[in-house]
């Protein structure tokens, strides 16, 4: 077998596999950070090195992991999830609202991974560092399934127009907060997966008709749903009386994954709220972004 066969059907490495990484000798932790994309976060010191506390979470596909040939597919892709306080857990930074930040709580400790920390490992030497010691952990469900769209919307976002938006997210900075509360699970996660729009035009324009959309999961109560529904109609309310904006006459506000349409979906698309996060001064993300 290949190593990353071994790697996926030996260790039960996949997308969404955690190790801790004191299991890794921090001399060699410290020469995994040469993989990361960009140069000024490669060098070691308190800030972007891999702590003892931090988690290494696998956002490689199971198919590149389980590659047959080494050669064609040579590392696997990790995460690093470092421990933080309570005070600097943000809601902007969970459930994929922030393509640059994701915080996750495992046992009642939260962690936040920084998409500039990702790094890269050789499928052979990670194999040969965990086959002595494959205390190989699985995050649950609602964090295994965010993982992938977490680094997917970085390359799948649509710039909504200026004008649009600086109508919009004065009334996201008001309401949004209350969705997210109505939504929440109380154990990991939302019931909401993602919020969806339609335009008329993406151009910059005087005038947009418009539509929202929440998908929700497939085991949200019904009483939820309803409360979902009333608030993205609030917000879409809103839109049209402070900004003049015309609602689709097809608005139905939000609707179950397993009731919803691939085709009915395709009309849309995905909310950015990269703002919500950047509203909390994530410096860390550099100008360019």
Do not use: H
């Not at 020469?31 to 990361?36: A, L, N, P």
């Not at 040939?69 to 990790?78: F, I, M, Y």
């Not at 154990?187 to 729009?197: D, F, V």
Request: proline residues 3%; hydrophobic residues 35%.
């Amino acid at each position: 077998m290949s190593a990353g066969q071994k790697l996926f059907r030996e260790l039960g490495i996949r997308q969404g596999s955690y190790i801790k990484a004191s299991l890794i000798p921090e001399d060699i932790r410290n020469t995994w950070i040469d993989s990361r994309t960009q140069a000024n976060f490669r060098d070691v010191n308190k800030k972007t090195k891999i702590v003892e506390s931090s988690l290494l979470v696998v956002t490689s596909q199971d198919c590149d992991i389980a590659c047959s040939n080494d050669d064609l597919d040579t590392t696997v892709e990790l995460a690093i999830f470092k421990p933080i306080k309570n005070k600097q857990v943000f809601a902007g930074n969970q459930f994929v609202k922030s393509v640059r930040k994701l915080q996750i709580q495992l046992e009642g400790e939260w962690f936040e991974a920084k998409v500039e920390y990702i790094i890269t490992i050789s499928k052979s030497s990670l194999y040969e560092l965990l086959n002595t010691n494959p205390e190989v952990f699985l995050l649950p469900d609602v964090y295994r399934k965010s993982i992938p769209l977490w680094r997917a919307n970085r390359y799948l976002r649509t710039a909504l127009p200026d004008a649009f938006n600086n109508a919009l997210i004065p009334i996201l900075n008001d309401l949004l907060s209350e969705l997210e509360s109505i939504s929440r699970k109380e154990i990991n996660g939302s019931y909401i997966r993602s919020l969806y729009i339609w335009l008329d035009t993406l151009e910059e324009v005087e005038q947009y008709n418009f539509e929202f959309f929440a998908l929700t999961t497939e085991d949200t109560p019904d009483d939820t749903l309803s409360e979902i529904q009333d608030s993205i109609e609030n917000i879409t309310l809103e839109l049209v009386e402070r900004a003049g904006y015309r609602e689709s006459d097809d608005s139905i506000y939000a609707g179950r994954d397993s009731a919803t349409f691939v085709s009915y979906l395709t009309r849309f698309v995905s909310i950015n709220l990269d703002y919500v996060s950047l509203a909390k001064n994530d410096d860390d993300t550099g100008p360019q972004l």
